[in-house]
C-alpha cells in the first residue's frame, strides 16, 4: 500500500502564543508546518510554488487584511487550497458580520488537539 505523503500546513495567527500553541500541535499530530503572523507573510507563502501547502489555518479577526480577502487571494494563487477558520466568536457572529461565509469550515477557539486533529481530517478528506 502506498504511504500518504505528510501534509503541511500554513498557520496564519496574529497572536504569537496561540500561533505557537498551534504549530506545536500540529507537529504532534505529526504534521509539517510553517506559520505566518499575518496574511502579507502568509501571500509570500503562498506565492512560493517550491512550498507544499495542503491547508491553511487562519484566524478571522486578524489585523491589516481580513480573512475573507486572504482567503480569496490564497486561492487565486492555489485554487482548491483547502483552509480551515479559527475564530473566539461564534459561527453565528462571525457569518452576520460578513466576515465568513455561513458554509465555510470553521473552528472555535479555545481548540483542543482531538477538534483541530478531527476538524482537520474532515477537511483535508473531503473531495
Sequence with gaps: MPQRAVSQFLVVEDDFLLRSYMVETLRDLGYHVIAAADATGALGFLDHPAIRIDMMLTDVVMRGMNCRELAEQAR???PGL???FM???SRNAVVHQGR???D???????????QLSTRIREVLDRR
Excluded at 465555510?104 to 482531538?114: E, F, G, H, S
Design 76 to 78: 487565486k494563487l492555489r
Design 82 to 84: 483547502k483552509i480551515l
Design 87 to 89: 475564530t473566539g466568536y
Design 100 to 102: 465568513v461565509d455561513k
Design 104 to 114: 465555510v469550515d470553521l473552528l472555535q477557539k479555545p481548540i483542543t488537539q482531538a
